[in-house]
């Protein structure tokens, strides 16, 4: 069906930058939203950073001004750039597309990758 695959994740020092890739293939129409999360152990899952096919972006008050995520709206693929790396930030972290419709008329449905793994060293 729908697949999603992250890329992009490893170790950085602190105050150094990572870019994330997922890509979404299977039978996609169109995506409502796109959103990078993040779990860090013995946390619940945040929304770190969103973006509505209207081009509204949302992002977490603790990743303002550090963080960018970007879409290809044709390619069903989102981007998370992450600068200025906190110790903080160190979680695995997980691409969802949400809303994923196969045709104009169908219903959405809600995938998740699989998760990579960010780890900021101090």
């Known amino acids: 069906q729908v697949q999603l695959v992250e890329s992009g994740g490893g170790l950085v020092q602190a105050g150094g930058s990572l870019r994330l890739s997922c890509a979404a293939s299977?039978?996609?129409?169109?995506?409502?939203?796109m959103a990078w999360y993040r779990q860090a152990p013995g946390e619940q899952r945040e929304l770190v950073a969103q973006k509505l096919r209207s081009g509204i972006t949302n992002y977490a008050d603790s990743v303002k001004g550090r963080f960018t995520i970007s879409r290809d709206y044709a390619k069903h693929t989102v981007d998370l750039q992450m600068n200025s790396l906190k110790p903080e930030d160190t979680a695995v972290y997980y691409c969802?597309?949400?809303?994923?419709?196969?045709?104009?008329?169908?219903?959405?449905?809600?995938?998740w990758g699989q998760g990579t793994q960010v780890t900021v060293s101090s």
């Open positions: 969802k597309a949400d809303g994923v419709a196969y045709s104009a008329s169908s219903g959405g449905y809600d995938y």
């Open positions: 299977g039978s996609i129409f169109r995506i409502r939203a």
